[in-house]
């Protein structure tokens, strides 16, 4: 079925003006749930039910979303914008164009920039190229150590009160090996309740490593990778965060091993969240056998066992969300010899299909889980949901079901439903669940063209992303 | 067959037959040859280009001998001194070549893989000359082919194969050729220098070489880079030697009609003794004679067998 944009209800439709104008969605389904209507005025949701007609104002413009599931806007932990530096790849306007259709209204634009994102000026510039492209919003992400050298603390608390008001910093793309220097770190920013995403990678377990340890690399002849340098860090870091009382999250989980110590650090009532991407939900290492380097990324894809536990760590809540980790690459830098390419592939137009492939139609998640893993609980670790009383976790003790794992506070929205209910703000995508649709990497917005899903058709089309109650994405066509 | 990327990937049927295709050819055209003229017409117009990522003067001299016999132009293509050297990407590289018309492109690279990339990218033939710890193939058709040579049979053999098997390319194309054609084949090594996921391969892994020995039909002991004590694959060059090293003593407990290989380039002293390495049980000079007739199999099946 396809939605429409209709014409102004009443009146003339007002051009330019869409937000005081506001939209009335018909017939969506939140969470799945029965149809409704929906109002969206003043950038909030302001009405819900057959009240939401009856209060929309002339000049409401109408779009009918009958059949269509309605959640609330995607929010990305971990995006490669790659501006300022490598325009070639990807720009927060193309990046952000690929959010908006990939059904996100935030996204975390990750630090390894050039120049990198550990200064003010550095990471306001991203924030306001953000605000320019005005297609979702951009929350930079500060670095933790300075050039990403790992060798001394970037000025995370400038970053923090700077205009982009950042609260997650991560090195990405390297790990901040130094235990020392990653205390500190997890210290230093209780200052502002900021958090560390932490790359998880031991570096001298990974020197020249090009994928999984394992069965495949050593028949490949690629250098492994090998799982314990990702769950060596995570297990250092969950104990230093618990000895230290502070934030850490730990970026794109990979192995079973990891979901196994988060889900133990978690029960001692740690403050650790997780987050898995969605190429580690549906891909494997034997992909490599092409020697296409699509498939090379970091933390490289691994056997089917570690994605089952994935999933079922995505599916308990010991992983909290699904974030992207997208990650454009010019041409020259894929096509090559395996061990010459970069690591990475594009994710934002494709990670609400491969979790619904994954997750949902394998009755591991309902739709009020996807927007619990898609958008809620990252808003809630990178800050963006209403100010939660700071201090300590919540103990929840072991044995006791910790759900996301993060202390549910005032303001945090433990119901998914209320994400969309009135007076919430009006970031939402509408869903075409039953639709499927082909892969084609020259129609993504992304600059880039690595993609490894080229040609597979997967299911759910967003038919419409809508940011504070403006439509960002209509039809697969930016606004 | 159109290309020859690994040995893994050859059927048992394609090995034997590039086997009796090197035998003509050395029938032919060796040295005990009763032609005079010991080249071969069935090439003549075609273009081979050796392209070398990698100094390896054994492995490009053999194949363009085993090209010119078979009468093909051939062209060395090196890193150095080319474009390649200036930073141009692998695929410009076959680009260039494709344009050039090359017929065949005999790749040594350090990247695992490359060849099987640059097989995407050029419309001849890709044979892989050795790349990076991944395959030789041609390296283990022609140790196929001198282990028939000298024992008249691969099928039922024991092969223990002997050393540096994470780093070695040598050893994964025999591993899988070998046991593709019948051979039982035991690896032995420091725990170290065993790659992780060896479980899934065809073999039996043992870490004391004298439990082996006695049983073994064919040893072959694999290069040992002496950079590799660096990274802690093992403490000193003595005592890979007295652990892992085929001297005279090791040499005597094989059974008396058995065999020791080596790919070179050898480090004697290392890896091999002096004494052992130009014993007439070693067939390491054979097998350099036996490459080039092989890989004169591989480019006539791959070029011109089907004509």
């Known amino acids: 079925m396809t939605a429409r944009t209709g014409e102004a209800r009443t009146g003339e439709a ?14 969506a389904r939140p969470l799945g749930g029965a149809a409704t209507d929906l109002l969206l005025r003043d950038g909030i949701i302001a009405a819900v039910g057959p009240e939401a007609a009856a209060a929309a104002p002339r000049g409401t413009r109408v779009h009918d979303a009958t059949g269509l599931i309605a959640l609330p806007g995607l929010v990305d932990l971990h995006t490669h914008l790659r501006e300022p530096g490598r325009e070639d790849a990807e720009t927060v306007d193309t990046g952000t164009q690929a959010a908006a259709l990939g059904g996100y209204t935030a996204v975390f634009a990750m630090a390894n920039t050039d120049p990198v994102a550990d200064t003010a000026g550095v990471v306001e510039q991203v924030w306001r190229l953000g605000q320019a492209a005005g297609h979702c919003a951009v929350h930079p992400v500060g670095a933790v150590t300075a050039g990403l050298s790992g060798t001394r603390l970037a000025e995370l608390g400038a970053m923090a009160t700077s205009a982009a008001r950042v609260r997650v910093f991560s090195d990405d793309g390297h790990c901040v090996a130094d235990p020392l220097l990653m205390r500190r770190a997890l210290e230093y920013v209780k200052a502002f309740d900021g958090v560390i995403a932490q790359h998880a990678e031991e ?14 690399s050593a028949r490949l002849g690629l250098p492994g990778w090998p799982a314990a340098a990702e769950e060596a860090i995570i297990a250092r870091d969950a104990l230093l965060a618990g000895q230290v009382g502070s934030r850490l999250h730990v970026c794109h989980v990979s192995t079973a091993g990891s979901v196994d110590i ?15 991407t969605p190429h580690h939900l549906l891909l494997t290492d034997d992909l490599a056998e092409s020697y296409d380097p699509v498939y090379k990324v970091n933390p490289p894809l691994r056997t089917a066992e570690d994605v089952e536990a994935l999933r079922a760590g995505l599916a ?7 974030a992207t980790d997208h990650a454009p ?5 894929k096509e090559t010899e395996w061990d010459a390419a970069r690591p990475g592939m594009l994710g934002l137009q494709t990670a609400l299909s491969i979790v619904i492939s994954t997750m949902v139609e394998a009755d591991r998640l309902d739709w009020a889980g996807v927007a619990d893993r898609m958008s809620l609980s990252p808003a809630w670790i990178g800050g963006l949901a ?12 072991p044995g006791v079901p910790t759900g996301p794992g993060l202390p549910t506070g005032p303001g945090v929205p433990t119901d998914p439903a209320a994400a969309l209910g009135p007076g919430r703000p009006a970031d939402l995508l509408l869903l075409d669940a039953t639709e499927r649709w082909t892969v084609e990497p020259d129609r993504l917005a992304s600059r880039g063209r690595n993609t490894p899903y080229a040609g597979m058709t997967l299911p759910g089309v967003v038919r419409a992303t809508f940011m504070r109650g403006r439509p960002t994405a209509l039809d697969g066509k930016i606004q | 067959m159109r290309h020859l990327l690994s040995a893994a990937s050859l059927s048992r049927v394609d090995a034997l037959l590039v086997l009796d295709t090197a035998q003509r050819m050395a029938d032919m055209t060796g040295r005990t040859a009763a032609r005079t003229v010991r080249k071969l017409p069935t090439l003549r117009g075609r273009t081979v280009v050796n392209l070398f990522y990698e100094d390896s003067t054994r492995t490009r001299t053999s194949f363009e001998l085993a090209a010119k016999r078979l009468s093909a132009d051939v062209i060395n293509f090196s890193a150095k001194g080319s474009s390649v050297a200036k930073g141009e990407s692998l695929k410009d590289t076959a680009l260039t070549l494709e344009a050039m018309g090359a017929d065949a492109v005999v790749c040594r690279h350090p990247s695992s893989g490359a060849p099987h990339r640059l097989s995407g990218w050029v419309r001849g033939s890709v044979v892989n000359a050795g790349d990076g710890t991944h395959e030789h193939p041609t390296q283990a058709l022609l140790d196929a082919f001198t282990i028939r040579q000298r024992l008249g049979r691969v099928e039922g053999l024991a092969v223990t194969i002997v050393g540096d098997v994470l780093h070695s390319r040598v050893a994964r194309s025999n591993v899988w050729l070998l046991s593709t054609l019948g051979a039982r084949v035991t690896v032995v090594a420091p725990p170290t220098l065993v790659p992780a996921g060896i479980d899934c391969w065809p073999v039996d892994v043992s870490y ?4 082996v020995l006695g049983k073994s039909d064919v040893v072959m002991m694999l290069r040992v880079q002496r950079e ?15 652990r892992y090293g085929l001297d005279a003593d090791r040499l005597a407990a094989m059974p008396p009609d058995s065999i020791v290989m080596h790919p070179g380039p050898m480090i004697r002293g290392m890896e091999i003794a002096s004494d052992v390495a130009d014993s007439p049980r070693s067939t390491i000079v054979d097998q350099v004679t036996n490459g080039v007739s092989v890989r004169m199999a591989v480019l006539y099946l791959l070029l011109g067998g089907a004509e």
């Open chain 1, 386 to 397: 209403p100010a939660v009383a700071a201090g300590p976790a919540v103990a929840t003790g």
């Open chain 1, 316 to 322: 308990d809540g010991t992983i909290d969300c699904v």
């Open chain 2, 208 to 211: 004391d070489i004298d439990a």
């Open chain 1, 329 to 333: 690459h010019a041409a020259q830098d």
């Open chain 1, 262 to 276: 988060i889900r133990w650090a978690k029960a001692r009532g740690w403050r650790i969240s997780a987050e898995v």
């Open chain 1, 203 to 216: 570096p001298r377990l990974t020197e020249g490593a090009q994928m999984h340890e394992g069965a495949v």
């Open chain 2, 228 to 242: 590799r004590m660096n990274a802690a694959f093992f403490p000193t060059e003595r005592e890979y030697t007295r």
């Open chain 1, 14 to 27: 007002r051009t330019g003006d869409t937000l005081s104008g506001g939209w009335l969605i018909r017939g």
